[in-house]
């Protein structure tokens, strides 16, 4: 069998065994679940998300998180440059000041939680001595950083351990100095239990036997959004208890780079530890997962999907918020059979159409809690819209579009789609692109591209070109100042 028999063979088994996973994926449940007792942990970009998430969300993470190989909030300050300079490599030029101030001017104008939320928070830090991803400097700072808003009692900070960059555990993954895939090293520490045990307090002894498999759960992340680099399905781990009425207590664990379940099946959902921790001490762990369209399947701290990354407002931020709101609404008592569905939006229209925005609206549905608009089928909304008009950003000139708009009840569940209403910007199309083929190497030693873990990225599209070296040749289209993307000039 040659090469591309074998590409379109196992092509073809991935597209099979996504089709079987959308289809057992169903809604996240409603729980009953005590919303006083919500944590996050992650680790690497899972851990600068987990703080992104305790400090922007802190009325919801008030618990607490621990942060395995992260940084303070908002430490690339939306450069890749910076995320990939000082806030792993050279933690020196961290300017923590800087990042407690936007901190306070944030929180002062309403983007994120008040900073008070974290005066009640147990942060629990974990850094391996020869980690050579995120520099352990640069966990020094994420701790400097939190002594600005939680008491030193509250913190503790553990790096000691001469593991590399990875989540430890105490019985599973490589050895505790190797840096490589699944990054999970066995380094006889318990990693998972140290944190929820910080967080939490004294905890029932773990489940060290074979966990039930009807506890682990996928769920569909496509009811909270569709792309900004998200999966459209995630996990969690919902002990028997949890799932007839008695009160439980939730804890989001954030996977780091290149450890999606696409990356590394379901290694990080079921052996990083939490969930033998889960199964005697009544806890939910929610697994929210990255898409391999994501900026090496990373969860964005830098930037690459939105300016709004660290904000509330922020797609992915807002998206586990929304899992997180949906899980922890359930009570000791039968949810209501679910309403009808609504009817579709009538009189869709676009109007004041710019040449990179164009405005959707739409009558008012009757029971309707919110909408959400969609543009050729994409959802393009990060949070409800509760007005009766949006305004999509982001478009080219010159260029037509098609919108619809979807109503929703109180509990987020979406009615028929509405009649599609197309539009077209204003503008003219931008002047002939400009190509250039060149190796990855060239291509960012020009800079058209930039390296990051050893593959390559189109400057400003951020698209995947495969790995960094002199031996790759791709082609990147000019289609603006800085912006390069992967294709062909006609």
């Given at each position: 069998?040659?090469?591309?028999?074998?590409?379109?063979?196992?092509?073809?088994?991935?597209?099979?065994?996504?089709?079987?996973?959308?289809?057992?994926?169903?809604?996240?449940?409603?729980?009953?679940?005590?919303?006083?007792?919500?944590?996050?942990?992650?680790?690497?970009?899972?851990?600068?998300?987990?703080?992104?998430?305790?400090?922007?969300?802190?009325?919801?993470?008030?618990?607490?998180?621990?942060?395995?190989?992260?940084?303070?909030?908002?430490?690339?300050?939306?450069?890749?440059?910076?995320?990939t300079g000082r806030c792993m490599a050279s933690p020196t030029g961290?300017?923590?000041?800087?990042?407690?101030?936007?901190?306070?001017?944030?929180?002062?104008?309403?983007?994120?939680?008040?900073?008070?939320?974290?005066?009640?928070?147990?942060?629990?830090?974990?850094?391996?001595?020869?980690?050579?991803?995120?520099?352990?400097?640069?966990?020094?700072?994420?701790?400097?950083?939190?002594?600005?808003?939680?008491?030193?009692?509250?913190?503790?900070?553990?790096?000691?351990?001469?593991?590399?960059?990875?989540?430890?555990?105490?019985?599973?993954?490589?050895?505790?100095?190797?840096?490589?895939?699944?990054?999970?090293?066995?380094?006889?520490?318990?990693?998972?239990?140290?944190?929820?045990?910080?967080?939490?307090?004294?905890?029932?002894?773990?489940?060290?036997?074979?966990?039930?498999?009807?506890?682990?759960?996928?769920?569909?992340?496509?009811?909270?959004?569709?792309?900004?680099?998200?999966?459209?399905?995630?996990?969690?781990?919902?002990?028997?208890?949890?799932?007839?009425?008695?009160?439980?207590?939730?804890?989001?664990?954030?996977?780091?780079?290149?450890?999606?379940?696409?990356?590394?099946?379901?290694?990080?959902?079921?052996?990083?530890?939490?969930?033998?921790?889960?199964?005697?001490?009544?806890?939910?762990?929610?697994?929210?997962?990255t898409s391999t369209a994501a900026t090496n399947s990373c969860w964005?701290?830098?930037?690459?999907?939105?300016?709004?990354?660290?904000?509330?407002?922020?797609?992915?931020?807002?998206?586990?918020?929304?899992?997180?709101?949906?899980?922890?609404?359930?009570?000791?008592?039968?949810?209501?059979?679910?309403?009808?569905?609504?009817?579709?939006?009538?009189?869709?229209?676009?109007?004041?159409?710019?040449?990179?925005?164009?405005?959707?609206?739409?009558?008012?549905?009757?029971?309707?809690?919110?909408?959400?608009?969609?543009?050729?089928?994409?959802?393009?909304?990060?949070?409800?819209?509760?007005?009766?008009?949006?305004?999509?950003?982001?478009?080219?000139?010159?260029?037509?579009?098609?919108?619809?708009?979807?109503?929703?009840?109180?509990?987020?569940?979406?009615?028929?789609?509405?009649?599609?209403?197309?539009?077209?910007?204003?503008?003219?199309?931008?002047?002939?692109?400009?190509?250039?083929?060149?190796?990855?190497?060239?291509?960012?030693?020009?800079g058209r591209a930039i390296a990051l873990y050893g593959f390559t990225?189109?400057?400003?599209?951020?698209?995947?070109?495969?790995?960094?070296?002199?031996?790759?040749?791709?082609?990147?289209?000019?289609?603006?100042?800085?912006?390069?993307?992967?294709?062909?000039?006609?």
């Amino acid at each position: 069998m040659n090469r591309f028999s074998v590409r379109v063979c196992v092509t073809a088994v991935a597209l099979a065994l996504a089709s079987v996973a959308a289809n057992a994926a169903v809604n996240l449940p409603q729980l009953n679940i005590d919303k006083t007792q919500t944590s996050v942990s992650g680790l690497s970009s899972g851990g600068f998300m987990a703080v992104q998430l305790h400090v922007g969300h802190s009325a919801t993470f008030k618990k607490g998180a621990g942060i395995v190989a992260g940084g303070p909030f908002y430490c690339a300050e939306g450069s890749i440059t910076n995320a990939t300079g000082r806030c792993m490599a050279s933690p020196t030029g961290i300017p923590t000041s800087t990042l407690v101030n936007t901190t306070n001017s944030w929180a002062s104008a309403g983007s994120i939680d008040p900073v008070a939320n974290l005066q009640s928070s147990k942060v629990y830090l974990f850094s391996g001595s020869i980690d050579s991803t995120v520099k352990p400097g640069v966990m020094d700072a994420l701790k400097t950083y939190y002594n600005s808003f939680v008491p030193t009692a509250n913190v503790i900070y553990k790096k000691d351990i001469a593991a590399e960059h990875a989540m430890i555990t105490d019985d599973f993954g490589s050895a505790c100095s190797t840096k490589a895939s699944p990054y999970i090293n066995d380094c006889n520490f318990d990693l998972a239990g140290a944190m929820l045990g910080h967080i939490y307090g004294t905890l029932n002894p773990r489940n060290s036997g074979t966990l039930p498999e009807g506890n682990f759960v996928e769920f569909n992340q496509s009811q909270f959004i569709t792309n900004h680099g998200m999966a459209p399905t995630g996990w969690a781990y919902i002990p028997q208890a949890c799932t007839t009425g008695t009160q439980c207590r939730l804890h989001v664990v954030l996977h780091g780079c290149q450890q999606n379940v696409t990356l590394v099946q379901q290694k990080y959902v079921r052996n990083t530890g939490y969930n033998r921790w889960a199964d005697t001490n009544n806890m939910v762990m929610l697994y929210p997962q990255t898409s391999t369209a994501a900026t090496n399947s990373c969860w964005d701290w830098w930037g690459y999907d939105s300016a709004n990354y660290a904000k509330k407002s922020g797609p992915q931020m807002a998206a586990i918020k929304a899992m997180v709101d949906q899980v922890s609404s359930g009570s000791t008592t039968p949810p209501p059979p679910p309403p009808a569905a609504l009817p579709a939006p009538t009189n869709v229209v676009t109007s004041n159409a710019t040449a990179s925005a164009m405005t959707i609206g739409w009558n008012a549905v009757t029971g309707a809690a919110s909408y959400n608009v969609y543009r050729n089928n994409n959802k393009t909304n990060a949070l409800p819209v509760t007005a009766l008009n949006f305004t999509d950003t982001g478009l080219a000139a010159a260029t037509t579009y098609s919108w619809t708009v979807k109503a929703a009840d109180a509990n987020g569940a979406e009615g028929t789609a509405s009649a599609a209403a197309s539009g077209t910007t204003t503008g003219t199309p931008p002047p002939a692109a400009t190509c250039y083929t060149a190796s990855n190497y060239s291509h960012t030693m020009a800079g058209r591209a930039i390296a990051l873990y050893g593959f390559t990225y189109a400057n400003g599209s951020n698209q995947s070109m495969g790995l960094w070296n002199i031996y790759t040749t791709t082609t990147l289209k000019k289609t603006a100042t800085n912006y390069y993307v992967i294709g062909t000039c006609p």
